[in-house]
């Protein structure tokens, strides 16, 4: 069955790229999509396993997997259920949902071992952002010794509701809602419409409005693409997530390096959670991006700088100057 890509003027797809189904034991069908070891530039260093956020979708880390590419790394990546052109979660294509970390902890899982092991070589640096942030972290501590390192940018590790107040409230209201079976209603204040549709200006993510219309292009020329408001379960399981990682047992079995960027106008993740999960990892380095809004690889280029330059950085002191394997069947 043909996977679609959809190629922009403004983010278009970087040569070499193979689109694929990773088919699930439930049936569900995620895309996913690989940048071979002969399209990176040399040297070859490994291969980046790239998580997204929610909401978002392959086509918008176009630019971002070109600056891999052009680091000699192979990139594997894709969407995650309920998002982008995966399989959706409800008869509702536009909410947000998932019934519990679990079932994306078990697909990460499936795309490493049926996907990336067998197609790209290591060694492998996880990075992740905002949901993928946190959920890849999650695979730091499932997956011990799979990664060498992994980046995150604006990881979810708090959710930023407002007040400790309105945290207690609406931890309370959602928790409330999913056990009188309201897990699939959109969470309150959220709808259907995708952030990727609003205008610029309202928007609460990117300082940049170049980057910004160019996702807005992908969802105006592919509306199923877009994905809307969190609903009330994900957003209950969402919470639940950043407990389990925050707490400094789960954190101290996490020995893989880890570089956590926080952005420093973010209004989506909760301030100080991200430096918090940071000085209880063994090997966690922290980065404070001033200025930058929550999607910092969607950001400004003097924002960008200085993930870049600190990526760099990291990669170069995980992996050293050991050169990675080839793969036999590339």
């Not at 995620?30 to 040399?42: D, S």
């Not at 992994?150 to 407002?162: D, F, K, Q, R, T």
């Not at 957003?235 to 990682?245: G, L």
């Not at 209004?267 to 999607?295: C, D, F, M, T, W």
Request: glycine share 12%; hydrophobic share 40%; proline share 7%.
């Amino acid at each position: 069955m043909r996977v679609p890509v959809f190629d922009t003027p403004g983010l278009p797809c970087p040569p070499g790229g193979e689109p694929g189904w990773l088919i699930r034991p439930d049936g569900a069908r995620l895309r996913t999509m690989i940048w071979p070891q002969a399209v990176a530039a040399k040297p070859f260093r490994g291969t980046i396993v790239l998580a997204s956020g929610r909401t978002e979708f392959i086509e918008k880390y176009f630019e971002v997997i070109a600056q891999f590419l052009a680091r000699g790394f192979t990139v594997a990546t894709f969407d995650w259920r309920g998002q982008g052109l995966s399989e959706r979660m409800l008869d509702d294509p536009r909410k947000g949902h998932v019934d519990a970390y679990g079932t994306f902890d078990a697909d990460l899982i499936a795309f490493m071992s049926e996907i990336v092991e067998p197609r790209c070589a290591g060694p492998y640096i996880g990075v992740g952002h905002s949901m993928g942030g946190n959920l890849m972290l999650r695979a730091g501590h499932n997956l011990p010794d799979r990664f060498s390192g992994i980046v995150l940018s604006a990881p979810m590790l708090g959710l930023n509701v407002g007040s400790p107040f309105m945290e207690r409230l609406t931890r309370g209201l959602v928790a409330l809602l999913s056990s009188i079976g309201k897990h699939g209603d959109f969470a309150p204040g959220s709808g259907p419409a995708a952030s990727d549709e609003e205008k610029f200006e309202q928007n609460i993510v990117t300082s940049d409005p170049e980057r910004f219309a160019r996702q807005q292009v992908v969802v105006a020329n592919v509306p199923s693409i877009g994905l809307g408001g969190p609903t009330v379960g994900w957003v209950n399981q969402a919470f639940k997530s950043v407990d389990e990682i925050s707490d400094a047992a789960y954190l101290a079995e996490i020995s893989t390096p880890v570089l956590l960027f926080e952005a420093g106008a973010d209004k989506l993740v909760r301030g100080g959670s991200i430096r918090h999960v940071a000085e209880g990892l063994p090997n966690g380095q922290y980065i404070l991006v001033e200025g930058a809004e929550h999607e910092i690889l969607m950001e400004q280029d003097q924002f960008q700088t200085v993930f870049w330059t600190a990526f760099d950085a990291f990669t170069d002191r995980v992996l050293g100057s050991v050169e990675a394997p080839a793969l036999v069947n590339a």
